[in-house]
DNA sequence: GTCTATATACAGATAGAC
DNA sequence: GTCTATCTGTATATAGAC
C-alpha cells in the first residue's frame, strides 16, 4: 500500500491518458503498453487482465477523492465556490481519473458506475450544510456537473464554452445569491 | 428524402440504441446488424462502412434538433421552463440520439463533436433573449448540461439524482429568478 | 519483473449467390 | 435488397524464455 511499484502507476497513467483522449475502444491492452513503455507481457505482470486494469483505475479514483473531500471542507472561500473551480478545472490528476472512469462506466463496468454516484454523494454531502434548501443543493449540484460535462465532451482540445475568468467569477457569485444558506 | 428506407432507420435505431445501453465498445456492426434483425450484409447494403453508420446517425440527430428548437421557441411556459423539463427527459427519441452522438464523440469522431457544439450553439441563441445577462444565460446552459448529462450517466439503468416533480418545479422557479429577464 | 511468441476470438470489410 | 462465406487485422490472454 505504502508506496505502488513505479510500473503500476505509468501503466495506470498511460491507461487513464488513452480512455480521456480517445475514449474506451482505444484504450486498448496494446495501446496502454505501449504507451506506457512496457511490453504486453510487463503490463501483464502488474494487471493480469483488463477487467484488473479497470479495477486498479477506480481505486486510484477513490483515494484521489479522500483527498478533494478534505480540501473542498477547509477551503477559504467557502465549499460551493471551490466545488465550482475545481468542476472547471482539466487535466489536474483528478478531474482526468473521473473522465476516464466515467468512459468505464459508459462501456458497462458496473463498479465504475457505482463509485461515480458514491462520489457524487460525498460532494452533496459537503456541500448540503452550506444551501438554504433541497432546490438550492440541486442547483450547485448540476452546475458543477454541466461544467464538468462541457469539460469532459471537449475532451481537452477545443476551447469549450466553460466560463473562464470574469465569467467564472460572475456565475459563482449568480449561483451563491441564489443558493446559499 | 422523402420516405426513408424502413430498413434503413432500423438500423440506426439499432445502432443508437447499443450505443446508449453498452457503449461505444459494444456497438459493433455485428451486434447491430443482430438486433436491428438484419445480416451483416444486409446492414453493409445500407451503410458501406462503420462511419457510413456513425454518419447516418449524426445526420438523423440534426434533423430532430430542428424540430426541438421550433418546439421550444413556441413552448408554453418559455422557453427556459421547456429546456430544462426536456433536458431531464430520458428516453425520447432526441435525448437517445445526443446520448449516443455522444459516444462518438467520446471515441474520436470530429463530425459528432461538431454536431453537439453546433446544437449547444443554437440552444444557447434560442435561450438568450430570456436571460438577463452573460451569467445568466451560463446558468441555464449549464444546469441544462448537468441535468443531461446525470441521466446519460445512469444510462436509464437506475433512478438517478435527477430532480422530478416538486423538486423540478421548485429548480426551475429557482433557476428563472436567478437568471430571467 | 519484463520480455517474445503464440493461441483464440472477434472486429470491419469484400465477393458473389439468390 | 438481403443473404452466406470468407479475408485480414487486431483484441485479450497464455506459455514460457531470460
Given amino acids: 500500500m505504502s508506496r505502488p511499484p513505479l510500473a503500476r ?19 486498448t491492452m496494446d495501446a496502454t503498453a505501449r504507451r506506457a513503455g512496457v511490453s504486453k507481457g510487463g503490463l501483464l505482470y502488474h494487471f ?4 484488473a486494469l479497470e479495477a486498479g483505475l477506480i481505486e486510484r479514483l477513490g483515494a484521489l477523492v479522500d ?5 473542498m471542507t477547509s477551503a477559504e472561500g467557502g465549499p460551493i465556490a471551490y466545488f465550482l473551480r475545481s468542476s472547471a478545472t ?3 490528476p483528478l478531474d482526468r481519473a473521473i473522465t476516464a472512469v466515467s468512459r468505464l462506466a ?31 443543493l440541486d442547483l450547485v449540484m448540476l452546475v458543477a456537473d454541466g ?23 460572475a456565475l459563482i457569485a449568480l449561483v451563491e445569491t441564489a443558493a446559499r444558506r
Same sequence: chains 1, 2.
Fill in 67 to 71: 483527498d478533494d473531500i478534505a480540501a
Fill in 90 to 92: 482539466e487535466n489536474d
Fill in 147 to 169: 461544467l464538468y460535462f462541457n469539460n469532459a465532451l471537449e475532451g481537452g482540445s477545443i476551447p469549450g464554452p466553460v466560463p473562464t475568468g470574469a465569467a467564472m467569477d
Fill in 9 to 27: 502507476e505509468k501503466v495506470l497513467d498511460a491507461f487513464e491518458r488513452i480512455l480521456v483522449a480517445d475514449g474506451e475502444r482505444a484504450a
Fill in 48 to 51: 493480469a487482465s483488463k477487467s
Fill in 106 to 136: 459508459q462501456g458497462g463496468n458496473a463498479a465504475a458506475g457505482g463509485m461515480l454516484r458514491d462520489i457524487r454523494d460525498r460532494w452533496a454531502d459537503a456541500i448540503r450544510p452550506h444551501t438554504k434548501d433541497d432546490a438550492a
